[in-house]
C-alpha cells in the first residue's frame, strides 16, 4: 500500500460544449488536470474525442447520462426515460423512482447504459473510469446495471461520491447510499477513489475553494485516495447556460491551472493519478 495520499484531478462533462473541451485541454497540458468524464450522447463529443486522442497524459472515463442530456438510443426505444422533447427528464428524483416502478425501465436503462458503452469502446480510448451524471450511479438499480453492463466493456474503477464529514456537509445525506455503493463495488472487485473533495462546493470549485480543501484534506488518512471534481469552461455558452446557470466554470478553469493550486498539492504530498492508476498502487 502506497503510503502517500493521491489525488484524482478530474473534469465532468467532457463534450457537453467546446468551451468545455477546450477547457479540458488547457488544463491537462498547463494545469493539474489528469481526467475527464466523457458525455458519449452530447453534441461535441467528435471534438473532445479528437482532442483526448491527441492528450496522451489525459485519461478519460464514461460520464453516464441518463437524466438531463440526449440519450444515443432513439426516443422510441427508450419511452419511459425521456421526454416530448426526445431527452432524458431533468427530475433526478422522478427519474430514481420510474426506474423501480415504470415497466420496462430497467430493460431500456440497460439498453442504454449498453449504447454509451458501446459508444465510448469506438472511440479507441481506454476506459479509466465510469460515473453518472448528477452522480445517479448512486441509484442501487442503476448501480447494478452499470455493473452489469461495464464488466463486458473492461470497466475497473467507479467514483465513490463520499465526502467526509471533516470536509464538508455535502455527503451527510448520501452516507447511506455511498456505503452500500462501496460494499458493492468491493464485492464486485471495482476500485474507487476513497473520498471526494468538493462535494459542498460543486460548481463553485475556485482557486481559494480548492485551497481551503487542501487544506482540511490533511486530516485524511495516508495511503488514502481523493477526488477533486471539476466543471471547467473557457467561456459561457448555451449548453452550460441552460444546464448549470449558477456554476463557475472559468473560475474553475483557473483553479485547475493556478500555480498555487499546484504548488498546495506538491507541499501536502498530494500525488495526482488516474483512476487507472489503482490497479498498480
Not at 442530456?69 to 431533468?90: H, K, N, S, T, Y
Not at 468491493?186 to 475553494?209: F, K, P, W, Y
Amino acid at each position: 500500500m502506497d503510503s502517500m495520499k493521491r489525488v484524482i484531478i478530474t473534469a465532468d462533462d467532457f463534450g457537453l460544449a467546446v468551451a468545455v473541451n477546450e477547457a479540458v485541454e488547457m488544463a491537462c497540458r498547463d494545469g493539474v488536470l489528469t481526467t475527464a468524464s466523457l458525455m458519449v450522447g452530447a453534441e461535441a463529443a467528435n471534438d473532445a474525442i479528437e482532442r483526448a486522442r491527441h492528450l496522451p497524459q489525459l485519461r478519460v472515463g464514461l460520464h453516464v447520462v441518463l437524466v438531463d442530456g440526449r440519450p444515443m438510443l432513439p426516443p422510441e426505444q427508450i419511452p419511459a426515460l425521456v421526454g416530448a422533447d426526445g431527452c432524458f427528464r431533468r427530475d433526478l428524483v422522478a427519474a430514481g423512482i420510474r426506474c423501480f416502478f415504470t415497466p420496462g425501465a430497467r430493460r431500456q436503462i440497460e439498453a442504454e447504459l449498453r449504447a454509451q458503452f458501446s459508444a465510448f469502446a469506438a472511440t479507441g480510448l481506454p476506459l479509466d473510469h465510469v460515473n453518472a451524471h448528477n452522480h445517479f450511479h448512486l441509484h442501487p438499480t442503476v448501480l447494478g446495471l452499470i455493473l452489469k453492463v461495464g464488466r463486458a466493456f473492461g470497466m475497473r474503477a467507479i467514483r465513490l461520491p463520499r465526502e467526509p464529514r471533516a470536509i464538508g456537509p455535502g455527503g451527510l445525506a448520501l452516507a447511506p447510499w455511498t456505503a452500500l455503493m462501496r460494499l458493492r463495488l468491493r464485492l464486485a472487485g471495482i476500485r474507487c477513489n476513497d473520498h471526494v473533495l468538493g462535494l459542498s462546493q460543486t460548481g463553485a470549485m475556485t482557486e481559494s475553494a480548492v485551497l481551503a480543501l487542501l487544506d482540511r484534506a490533511d486530516t485524511l488518512p495516508q495511503g488514502s485516495v481523493s477526488e477533486l471534481y471539476f466543471h471547467p469552461a473557457t467561456r459561457r455558452c448555451p449548453e452550460l447556460t441552460r444546464t448549470m446557470p449558477d456554476y463557475d466554470h472559468q473560475g474553475e478553469l483557473q483553479a485547475l491551472l493556478s500555480p498555487r493550486v499546484r504548488a498546495a498539492l506538491e507541499e501536502r504530498g498530494l500525488r495526482p493519478i488516474a483512476f487507472s492508476d489503482l490497479s498498480a498502487s
